[in-house]
């Protein structure tokens, strides 16, 4: 049978037509590789999975904080200490997740709760997380029912654990991400839920822990759960699941403590005091004004803060009492800030994660400025199979960072042994940068000066301090294993993606 010419190319270019058309219209559609148009999570091309849908969202306590530009210490209208240790300068500060509250006692209970369930035989990991209760000692002052009753009487569950070190705020940070993630995990099915866990006869032999879960290392019988994401990798069967990846966008963060740019920047919260790009007038504190009372027609006359008025006056009056807290006061008193931060100023100090150098300023860089590196890697009990080392309480072994990039194949396979493989071969990479640029020795810190690589930041300004400390600028600082009933903390989360601004609202055409 014969066709016509004429009927025959319309048809083969209206075919072609269609397949470019398609073509094009793959590489704009999400499910598709814009680069191959290969169609994401198909079991039957190879099974790579790419998660459209994830929507970014804070963990559990945290609220965002929108970044951007600021002059970090320019709040500061006066240095009382004549230390020159807060020049102003012009910073970036990338979005950001921080407490809404500062970290309080009935918080840290539940850290030890936990403890006590989950390693009940042993008293030295329980015992090294409690919070100092003698910090509330004094020679001339009776105090003495703070130490028993401040932590644990209910009446004082709401207030901010105090007495906590550096080393056990950082602690707690590592903790509590693991336990957001493993409840995530569990509430929604991908690892055994709750009930049927309590229900088994044997218990793990470790805490859940999120690297170890990334890496593959928790899985299996009386581990996984019924509603694992399915693997559509080749050769699988329709019934195989595999465990959660980062790529699923399932898991948070971790949780961690703030820089001090960015507890500075959250502090001030110059989001309800800028007009289209412009910040309208200078903050000496969290809030507008030079004084520490409300200007606000409902709230006027009431004090913005906890701290110490003046020398003796901690509270005020009888009858007619100021910030009315005596020590401490809940987590949630007084008014929010215009981030919705509570006591961003007063009631307790907070530890940020810096490391405290007096000419930190000279150093930092202006995005994301910080100070307190010490880069390490992870410990692999197996090279070849990548299977991460545990300690006794199953958390990966961390080791000093070997090299300043990514190394060669044929570097890594010049070690012979794993422990050189860990600890790398002689090199001058130092990984330890907490006194990078220092033109001082470090043989002196701790001698001829207080300051050394464990001198950590705090902020804020406390229950005991004059108003001077309420500053969002001002800093001072503390060893890392020294604890105050000055001083707590809150915890922070890095953003992931864009949230904010323009781009995260521009539209696809």
């Not at 079991?43 to 790419?50: A, K, S, T």
């Not at 070997?402 to 600890?423: C, F, M, V, Y």
């Amino acid at each position: 049978m014969m066709y016509s010419k004429k009927i025959l190319i319309p048809a083969i270019c209206l075919a072609f037509g269609l397949l470019i058309f398609s073509s094009c219209s793959k590489s704009h559609n999400s499910d598709y590789s814009s680069k191959t148009g290969v169609k994401y999570n198909d079991p039957y091309n190879g099974g790579l999975q790419i998660n459209r849908k994830v929507k970014e969202a804070p963990g559990p306590g945290l609220v965002g904080i929108e970044g951007g530009t600021f002059v970090m210490g320019g709040s500061l209208n006066e240095d009382l200490g004549y230390d020159y240790d807060n020049a102003k300068r012009r910073v970036t500060v990338a979005s950001f997740y921080i407490d809404e509250t500062e970290v309080s006692n009935a918080d840290w209970l539940e850290y030890l709760h936990w403890i006590a369930q989950s390693y009940p035989e042993d008293g030295k990991m329980y015992y090294d997380a409690l919070p100092d209760s003698l910090v509330w000692r004094h020679a001339l002052s009776y105090n003495e029912p703070y130490v028993n009753l401040y932590f644990r009487h209910p009446s004082f569950q709401d207030y901010p654990v105090v007495g906590v070190s550096w080393e056990q705020a950082n602690a707690y940070c590592q903790w509590r991400t693991d336990r957001v993630n493993e409840h995530i995990l569990r509430e929604t099915g991908v690892l055994m839920d709750y009930k049927t866990m309590n229900g088994q006869q044997t218990k793990p032999d470790a805490a859940f822990n999120t690297e170890l879960y990334l890496n593959g290392q928790i899985r299996g019988e009386n581990v996984d759960g019924k509603n694992m994401p399915k693997d559509n990798s080749i050769g699988a069967t329709k019934e195989a699941r595999r465990p959660v990846r980062m790529e699923d966008g399932v898991l948070k963060q971790p949780y961690r403590l703030p820089t001090e740019a960015e507890w500075e920047y959250a502090a001030l919260g110059l989001i309800g005091n800028s007009m289209q790009g412009n910040i309208q007038t200078a903050r000496t504190y969290p809030w507008d004004g030079l004084g520490v009372r409300s200007a606000h027609r409902k709230t006027q006359g009431k004090m913005m803060a906890n701290f110490k008025i003046t020398s003796g006056n901690n509270m005020g009056v009888a009858g007619d009492l100021n910030d009315g807290g005596d020590i401490t006061v809940p987590v949630r008193a007084y008014m929010p800030n215009d981030f919705g931060l509570y006591n961003m100023a007063g009631n307790v100090n907070e530890w940020v994660s810096d490391v405290y150098r007096q000419l930190s300023f000279e150093d930092f860089e202006d995005f994301n400025p910080y100070r307190g590196h010490v880069f390490m890697d992870n410990k692999y009990e197996d090279a070849q199979t990548r299977t991460l080392a545990k300690d006794e309480y199953g958390r990966p072994i961390k080791v000093p960072a070997k090299a300043a990039r990514k190394q060669t194949w044929e570097e890594l396979q010049q070690a012979k042994t794993i422990d050189s493989i860990n600890t790398g071969a002689a090199t001058a990479y130092d990984n330890d940068v907490r006194g990078y640029l220092d033109e001082e020795q470090k043989a002196l810190f701790g001698k001829v000066t207080l300051v050394n690589d464990k001198s950590r930041v705090y902020k804020g300004g406390s229950w005991n301090d004059r108003a001077y400390w309420l500053n969002p600028a001002t800093r001072r600082f503390a060893q890392q294993d020294q604890s105050s009933a000055m001083i707590g903390f809150r915890c922070a989360m890095t953003m992931v993606g864009n949230i904010y601004g323009p781009a995260a609202n521009t539209r696809r055409r």
